[in-house]
């Protein structure tokens, strides 16, 4: 079946460090790609998605792109923030676009 | 416009107690979904609903049961409260015809958080 494999976290960086949260996928088809962020105490809000092989999906400074050669789908930032503290999960749609699959998430902490 | 609304936001139960969770949505959106969250798993789909009317299991159901009571509403429940149940639970909503981000997208609620002693 379908699934997402994320980096193992947690990620501790630095006010102002580069971002890289691997994320990698196996899936039927060509599914639409996620990322969702979770800060403390509340539900998952969309960070960026994108719907099909290189696309390139953006927000807050936050990016990412649909690799289909290599089933993967990097989340990346040039320069974090204390307030980008919090948990990221990749996640793709089913091939009946009604569901989502997600990773395990990835706790980011950014030290001031 | 409120989104997803859940509750209650906390609740702790006694093992063989039951109880319902309450979600609600007002996007019109046709598709609804219960998910649990445990350290280090990620989000796990209990049932979903594509569609009023409709309700499907997901990954891990045992042990609850959902009523899709109209577009806006998807309750869980719990007849027997578990231990192993302790968790926190998040409803979400996807299908709307309008936004940019497509019928795909979902959109959470605040969770519950459920302990089962």
């Known amino acids: 079946g379908d699934s997402v494999t994320?980096?193992?976290?947690?990620?501790?960086?630095?006010?102002?460090?580069?971002?890289?949260?691997?994320?990698?996928?196996?899936?039927?088809?060509?599914?639409?790609?996620?990322?969702?962020?979770?800060?403390?105490?509340?539900?998952?809000?969309?960070?960026?998605?994108?719907?099909?092989?290189?696309?390139?999906?953006?927000?807050?400074?936050?990016?990412?792109?649909?690799?289909?050669?290599?089933?993967?789908?990097?989340?990346?930032?040039?320069?974090?923030?204390?307030?980008?503290?919090?948990?990221?999960?990749?996640a793709l749609s089913d091939l009946g676009g009604n569901k989502l699959v997600f990773g395990a998430g990835t706790i980011l902490r950014v030290k001031s | 416009n409120a989104g997803v609304t859940q509750t209650p936001k906390f609740?702790?139960?006694?093992?063989?107690?039951?109880?319902?969770?309450?979600c609600a949505q007002d996007m019109n959106h046709n598709s609804m979904y219960w998910y649990r969250q445990d350290p280090g798993m990620g989000l796990r789909l209990i049932y979903y609903s594509a569609s009023e009317g409709t309700t499907d299991k997901g990954e891990v159901p045992n042990g609850y049961n959902v009523s899709r009571l109209n577009k806006r509403e998807f309750s869980l429940r719990l007849e027997s409260a578990a231990p192993s149940?302790?968790?926190?639970?998040?409803?979400?909503?996807?299908?709307?015809?309008?936004?940019?981000?497509?019928?795909?997208?979902?959109?959470?609620?605040?969770?519950?958080?459920?302990?089962v002693l």
Not at chain 1, 29 to 40: H, K, R
Not at chain 2, 97 to 104: I, M
């Open chain 2, 85 to 115: 149940q302790t968790s926190v639970y998040f409803c979400a909503s996807s299908g709307g015809l309008a936004g940019v981000l497509g019928p795909d997208t979902q959109y959470f609620g605040p969770g519950t958080r459920l302990t």
């Open chain 1, 6 to 90: 994320q980096m193992e976290g947690p990620v501790t960086l630095s006010e102002e460090a580069f971002l890289t949260i691997n994320c990698t996928y196996t899936a039927t088809g060509y599914p639409s790609l996620f990322w969702y962020v979770q800060y403390p105490g509340e539900g998952l809000q969309l960070l960026l998605k994108a719907t099909k092989a290189d696309d390139k999906g953006s927000n807050k400074g936050f990016e990412a792109t649909y690799r289909k050669e290599t089933t993967s789908f990097h989340l990346e930032k040039g320069s974090v923030q204390v307030s980008d503290s919090a948990v990221y999960f990749c």
């Open chain 2, 11 to 22: 609740q702790v139960l006694k093992t063989g107690q039951s109880m319902t969770l309450q």
